[in-house]
T-cell receptor, first 114, second 113 residues
Framework: AQSVTQLGSHVSVSEGALVLLRCNYS??????LFWYVQYPNQGLQLLLK??????LVKGINGFEAEFKKSETSFHLTKPSAHMSDAAEYFC????????????FGAGTILRVKS | DSGVTQTPKHLITATGQRVTLRCSPR?????VYWYQQSLDQGLQFLIQ???????AKGNILERFSAQQFPDLHSELNLSSLELGDSALYFC????????????FGEGSRLTVL
């Protein structure tokens, strides 16, 4: 079975500061890992994904995440926060077998202060 | 724009009623997933279809049912509605690649009064 834990339901940063959103996963088989973003009144948009290969993956809007198998983590970072980054972020996991559902974490709401 | 289309965007109805939510997946995607998003439960997987056949069930109530039609669009039917069914219902489709990502529609917001 797969599960995802996102540490911190709310994170607040100042504009220009580092963004760090934490995600730990549990998976019985090698996983695919994802970060999605949800802006108010919108659907979920894929930010980035880890499948195989390079453990540091880059996504849209300057975000990146590093897969650390030994720590079962997939934290999301951005060097400099922008006001437009304010949204809810979801980490998700699925096993590396076609056709399986994504299991989502509870989400982290990112607030960016001016 | 993800390419996944959901209708209606908003729906307000009364307890005990029945509603149908519709989803058109991205062109070429055979898999459709339904998720429910609520404040207390977060994003919960409901059900998955692949090329017209049910493939997996999650936390879907017996009052809810779904199907996928030959043209690959899907419908989620919610009946005997209760106040607690108020939520955002998302449809997602999955490309036939072994990388796992889902593409989500903008959701249907259901309010049960």
């Amino acid at each position: 079975a797969q599960s995802v834990t996102q540490l911190g339901s709310h994170v607040s940063v100042s504009e220009g500061a580092l963004v760090l959103l934490r995600c730990n996963y549990s998976s019985s088989v090698p996983p695919y890992l994802f970060w999605y973003v949800q802006y108010p009144n919108q659907g979920l948009q894929l930010l980035l994904k880890y499948t195989t290969g390079a453990t540091l993956v880059k996504g849209i809007n300057g975000f990146e995440a590093e897969f650390k198998k030994s720590e079962t983590s997939f934290h999301l970072t951005k060097p400099s926060a922008h006001m437009s980054d304010a949204a809810e972020y979801f980490c998700a996991v699925t096993p590396m077998e076609y056709g399986n559902k994504l299991v989502f974490g509870a989400g982290t709401i990112l607030r960016v202060k001016s | 724009d993800s390419g996944v289309t959901q209708t209606p965007k908003h729906l307000i109805t009364a307890t005990g009623q029945r509603v149908t939510l519709r989803c058109s997946p991205r062109s070429g995607d055979l898999s459709v997933y339904w998720y429910q998003q609520s404040l207390d439960q977060g994003l919960q997987f409901l059900i998955q279809y692949y090329n017209g056949e049910e493939r997996a069930k999650g936390n879907i109530l017996e009052r809810f049912s779904a199907q996928q039609f030959p043209d690959l669009h899907s419908e989620l039917n919610l009946s005997s509605l209760e106040l607690g069914d108020s939520a955002l219902y998302f449809c997602a489709s999955r490309p036939y690649t072994n990388t796992g990502e889902l593409f989500f529609g903008e959701g249907s917001r259901l309010t049960v009064l």
